[in-house]
């Protein structure tokens, strides 16, 4: 029972954290398309520039959690989501 418990919990694992660290990726993509056209005040061009950079470093921190949510502002403000 034990092992089968840390196999389930080992493949749940593979599966889920890809996914959830690649979504920030994706978001940086979103975010960098978008500003290629985006018609924003420098202000906000500033705000969703530093909010990208910020992102992009909690990602290659591993606070994914915290990338998405500042990637995410970054987003609201470009009107995405
Ligand atoms: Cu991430």
New binding site residues.
């Given amino acids: 029972m034990f092992r089968k418990g840390v196999l389930v919990a080992a493949v749940a694992m593979l599966i889920a954290t890809p996914a959830f660290?690649g979504?920030?990726?994706k978001h940086m993509a979103d975010i960098d398309a978008a500003m290629k056209t985006a018609q924003l005040s420098d202000a906000d061009k500033a705000k969703v520039m530093q909010l990208r950079k910020q992102g992009e470093e909690q990602?290659k921190a591993g606070d994914?959690g915290a990338?998405?949510k500042s990637l995410g502002e970054a987003k609201k403000i470009l009107g995405l989501n």
């Fill in positions: 660290a979504s920030c990726p990602h994914h990338s998405v």
